[in-house]
């Protein structure tokens, strides 16, 4: 006969072990996780499938500093709608010291993820949200098969991702979602196949956005509305002040209206609406060099924005444009490679790419010192029209159908040093006019190395 101290003991010590997360990918591990959260903050993952049934909601205020750790070999499954994990923090003011809370750095900083996978069984499900968090942290994290990979919502600061994996999720990969959020960096990660569009960010007030060295790639659904393997959206708000430096940015030219990179810099913040008889801003701001973008409809695609510099680039393979701009003002295109590469006709597209450089209703910008080659089916490979004081000068615009460089309607501009020739076999080579100018005043034409005539209409 069990004597009642020993059944007191074996019931605590079978008490005990129901605390612990089993990681079998059946049992429901969500409480027992949640708990450690409650009690600690810190939560380790041995290797296993932790089945959730609902999300983790870490709220810095109750738990103190937390973080969610493995190895690389412990899986979070999401069974249910919404996120994983959700961090909630307390932090209202900007990344100046100034207007911190002092609960937030004794409590709340630095909130990590690392080491661990978060895996989809939801339609709604989502890997990881962020409120009102300071200096959020995920590295080496893998979300697959969810919704949103990374969700940032409301108020954020100080946001760092690196050698991350988010892969084949039905919306985006990291998603700046109507959210006010300065200082953050994406670095040496793969965001590809997301639905939704892969680094999005749309309304809010996000500056300084800072993504390097990273492969973004497929971020289009086939049957899915217009996006992008990076969108900068400021309507319903403002966005600016972004860098994209080495990053690889390509596919896919199947699904309609894709683009590597889309700027739409129609701002609407009312604290930002200064000029007069103007209804949105033109945000921007944005540096753009060292990328190599190929294999979508655009490769980069800018509206209603201002101060965009895409520097050091190569382009190939857009479908309809490697570069449209319209209704934007000082933008920078210098040492850009835009080229048709033959070697690429093994990718089965017999040369349906259009490439070229469209620029509608722009002012105060320049072309300059780019090799512009190999643009096919369209009226001009540089298309300019209704510019303004613009300087097109020392470009290579070569073997290309239609006009090398077409301006209509510009004023007050310069175009010189270029050279524009089609040098290809007599029976592919163009028969247009290598530089022509339809109406415009006020412009200055110098030397032009020329293949055919320059002509006004």
């Known amino acids: 006969m069990i004597s009642k101290t020993l059944f007191l003991l074996l019931v605590a010590v079978g008490f005990s072990m129901a605390q612990e997360p089993v990681g079998d990918g059946k049992a429901d591990d969500t409480a027992a996780i949640q708990r450690l959260f409650d009690t ?19 709220d810095l205020t109750k738990t103190g500093f937390a973080a969610l750790s493995g ?12 996120p994983a994990l959700h961090f909630i923090g307390t932090h209202e003011g900007s990344a100046a010291p100034s207007t911190f809370k002092p609960e937030v750095w004794a409590n709340e900083r630095t909130p990590m993820v690392e080491g661990v996978e978060i895996v989809g069984a939801h339609a709604e499900a989502d ?19 969810c919704r949103h990979a990374v969700h940032l919502t409301k108020r954020n600061r100080n946001v760092l991702i690196s050698a991350c994996h988010f892969y084949h999720n039905t919306g985006v990969g990291v ?42 790639e497929g971020n289009h659904a086939k049957d899915g509305p217009p996006s992008a393997n990076i969108e900068l959206d400021s309507r319903g708000g403002s966005i600016g002040e972004v860098a994209v430096t080495g990053c690889t940015i390509q596919h896919t030219n199947k699904s309609p209206d894709s683009a590597n990179i889309r700027i739409i810099g129609a701002g609407t913040d009312e604290s930002l609406l200064r000029r ?18 190929s294999d979508v409809q655009v490769n980069i695609e800018i509206r209603h924005a201002r101060g965009v510099v895409i520097t050091g680039n190569t382009f190939w393979e857009g479908f309809q444009h490697d570069l449209l701009v319209e209704d934007s003002g000082n933008i920078v295109v210098t040492a850009n490679n835009f080229d048709r590469n ?4 093994v990718n089965g597209n017999d040369n349906a790419e259009k490439n070229g450089l469209v620029f509608l209703r722009c002012e105060d910008s320049i072309i300059s010192n780019n090799v512009i080659s190999g643009v096919w089916k369209k009226r001009a490979a540089v298309d300019i029209e209704s510019g303004n004081r613009l300087q097109i000068s020392h470009n290579s615009v070569l073997d290309s159908d239609g006009v090398g460089i077409r301006l209509e309607k510009v004023t007050n501009s310069l175009i010189s040093e270029n050279i524009i020739r089609d040098d290809r076999e007599p029976d592919k080579r163009s028969k247009e006019a290598s530089l022509v100018f339809v109406g415009g005043k006020a412009n200055v034409i110098g030397q032009n190395v020329i293949g055919n005539k320059q002509e006004a209409r």
């Open 40 to 58: 600690g903050g810190s939560v380790k993952l041995a290797k296993g499938t932790y089945r959730l049934t609902k999300t983790l909601t870490v």
């Open 71 to 82: 190895d690389g070999t412990a899986r979070l499954l999401m069974t249910a709608a919404g």
């Open 127 to 145: 890997g990881i949200e962020a409120t009102g968090t300071m200096q959020i942290t995920l590295s080496r994290v893998v979300v697959r098969e």
């Open 175 to 216: 998603f700046y979602d109507d959210v006010n959020l300065h200082q953050s960096n994406i670095a040496g990660s793969h965001i590809s196949y997301n639905g939704g569009g892969g680094v999005v960010s749309r309304g809010g007030n996000v500056r300084n956005l800072h993504i390097g060295t990273c492969d973004i």
């Open 276 to 293: 007069a008889g103007r209804e949105h801003t033109r945000e921007g701001n944005v540096t753009i060099s060292a990328n190599v973008f």
């Open 342 to 345: 033959p070697r690429y006709l």
